[in-house]
């Protein structure tokens, strides 16, 4: 454990000397000149449309001025597995170029800033947990691209808040269609039964914070909340980067 963790913080050493986190603007890559907020410019950051109090307080969506609740019609007319969604950025413009960077073109660095903004909306929303787990990917997957982007997004977010990760105890068991050209009810289908939990023994009574990258219909989020849920966990909080809308 101990040969584990100095092999975690000599790779974040090496990362910090690859990748400087305040010398470049992570999506324009301008000079930061040391005043760069989650590693981002002022421009840039402006760019972003952060999740405000104005959004549903179970999927975290953001509300119309016409919706006079705190929860989203969706939302009201659901029954989740999971307690809540927390997300931190609307999926769009540099957002949706950041992620796809994160997922598909190795940029890895790029989780430490993710999660310090997951990390940071969190604590402000004094989100506690026992237990982090991470949305798997199907093992063939996970090997052709080399990594799960919510794991390191998982392990970021466990090391700034001091809460145990385990990493290898929700696993896919079923390798799931691409879901952006499915419909909702499509989307709960693809993941049914997708998901299972290795030994439930850890989450017994536990609350539990499931990391993703993107929450957009929730049918990922609430399949593996179910299993999670069923093992014996007492309530699952989801934590997203960002939203799809």
Do not use: W
């Amino acid at each position: 454990m101990k040969l584990l963790a100095q092999l975690m913080d000599y790779t974040e050493a090496l990362l910090d000397f690859i990748y400087p986190t305040h010398i470049n603007c992570i999506t324009c890559n301008g000079y930061l000149g040391g005043e760069g907020k989650y590693g981002l410019c002022s421009p840039c950051l402006k760019k972003i449309t952060f999740i405000t109090d104005n959004s549903c307080r179970k999927c975290s969506k953001p509300l119309s001025t016409m919706e006079d609740l705190d929860i989203c019609g969706d939302c009201r007319d659901t029954q989740y597995a999971f307690d809540r969604v927390i997300a931190v950025v609307e999926y769009e413009g540099i957002i949706q170029k950041l992620v796809f960077r994160l997922k598909y073109q190795d940029a890895t660095y790029l989780a430490r800033h993710m999660a310090l903004m997951m990390t940071d909306v969190l604590k402000k929303e004094e989100i506690a947990a026992d237990v982090i787990l991470a949305v798997p990917l199907y093992p063939q997957k996970e090997k052709q691209r080399g990594y799960n982007q919510a794991h390191l997004l998982a392990k970021y977010i466990s090391k700034n808040m001091g809460i145990d990760y385990k990493k290898h105890q929700l696993v896919r068991i079923k390798n799931t269609e691409v879901m952006h050209n499915l419909s909702r009810r499509q989307r709960r289908q693809n993941v049914s039964k997708a998901f299972h939990i290795r030994d439930g023994n850890f989450l017994v009574d536990k609350t539990i914070l499931l990391v993703d990258d993107i929450f957009t219909s929730g049918a990922t989020a609430e399949a593996c909340s179910k299993v999670v849920i069923e093992a014996g966990a007492r309530s699952v909080v989801v934590v997203t980067f960002a939203r799809g809308i």
